[in-house]
């Protein structure tokens, strides 16, 4: 169970990312009507705020059907900093963030533990990340791939050199919005169901609902700044859930264009700075790549699932729990036919004891027949 535990969170992180969901209370009264625009005209909007330029301050709350775990208590040193740690963290507390946007290349990420600080600060090709909980800091110079995006940077992308780096892993509401625009496909209906108001601020809200009857997503609500087109809230229900299963959004937010020191950083005295090794230059000999088995996708849309391959969970993952966390993660597994599994409201595990694990927004009986 240890060896597959550790490679947990290079598996949830991007079905977190395809199932998390974005949900801000809304301000009643605070805005006037917008005009009625369709669907296509809404996603168009959205497309038009890559450079907006903003500050706000975001809230995350999740309701998968999981206990707060006291190992990742938000600021305490037993929560670790580890990605287990911030996996598990993510999947079962609540935060706080605040969030600076100039443009494309300029964001400021902060998540704000109890008595604890985590930031995320990029200004062009430089990506700084600090924790006041370890008092340390990591220095990185992005890539041309990392550069070029044009979207906030809020913690690592799983496999992605160009991004790994610790800092916070709660999600902003562009971001999110983005995955979710860009999965639809035949298997989504689209459309546009009502105009509300969130943080003050008018917003269309675009409904997103899979066709698949297996997925354990019920829909997922985007409510969009009618002015600005910037996703300000998005709801992700989970099938027989009343509750929102997982919520980060606006509680309030401000267009103005936020000052440029926030987005230089100097290490506080006495912090560890880190700096990760730089890919080599063109025309040099590239260092020997690690030879890995690379997870695979199983199916399509919302029914897809990842699996890792035999003998990849013995490889290191760049950070590995605590003894504590994996005992943690083991009670909450349960013993099915050749392995354990994690069900959640709206993502299931399966860690089979051939070492292969299969992740997906799925019921355990479908990673069980796409193991077979």
């Known amino acids: ?62 309701e998968l059907g999981l206990p707060q775990l006291p190992s990742t208590e938000p600021g305490s040193s037993a929560g670790g900093t580890d990605a287990t740690s911030q996996i598990l963290d993510l999947l079962t507390a609540d935060h706080t963030a605040r969030i600076f946007v100039d443009g494309t290349s300029k964001q400021r990420f902060q998540v704000l533990d109890r008595l604890a600080e985590r930031d995320v600060i990029r200004n062009g090709s430089d990506l700084w990340t600090y924790d006041s909980t370890t008092k340390s800091a990591t220095h990185a110079t992005l890539g041309k791939k990392s550069s070029n995006p044009g979207k906030p940077i809020t913690g690592p992308v799983p496999n992605d050199p160009d991004s790994q780096t610790p800092g916070a892993q709660t999600l902003s509401p562009a971001q999110l919005a983005d995955h979710f625009i860009r999965a639809i496909t035949p298997s989504t209906r689209v459309a546009v169901t009502s105009t509300a108001s969130v943080a003050g601020r008018s917003v269309y809200q675009l409904e997103l609902t899979p066709r698949s009857s297996t997925t354990l997503v019920s829909h997922v609500v985007l409510s969009v700044d009618a002015t600005t ?3 300000l809230k998005v709801i992700v229900d989970a099938r027989g859930q009343k509750a929102d299963a997982f919520s980060v959004g606006f509680r309030s937010i401000d267009f103005s ?75 909450l597994a349960t013993a099915v036919p050749g392995g354990r599994a994690l069900q959640t409201s709206l993502l299931s595990v399966l860690l089979l004891d051939d070492g292969r694990v299969l992740v997906g927004a799925v019921p355990i009986a479908s990673l069980e027949a796409a193991a077979q």
């Open 1 to 62: 169970m240890n060896k597959n535990v550790k490679w947990l969170p290079a598996l949830i992180a991007p079905v977190l990312v395809i199932g998390a969901a974005i949900a801000v209370p809304a301000v009643a009264n605070a805005a006037s009507t917008p005009p009625a625009r369709s669907a296509q005209q809404v996603l168009a909007l959205i497309a038009g705020a890559k450079d907006a330029a903003y500050s706000g301050t975001i809230e995350q709350h999740s």
């Open 229 to 231: 087109g910037l996703p």
């Open 257 to 331: 264009t936020p000052a440029a020191s926030l987005f230089t950083f100097t290490p506080p005295k006495g912090a560890t700075v880190t700096t990760p090794k730089t890919p080599a230059k063109s025309g040099s000999t590239p260092p020997k790549a690690v030879d890995h088995p690379k997870p695979s996708l199983i199916g399509t849309g919302w029914d897809a699932i990842v699996e890792l391959p035999v003998g990849a969970s013995t490889a290191k993952s760049g950070g590995s729990a605590s003894d504590k966390q994996t005992q943690l993660l083991d009670e």
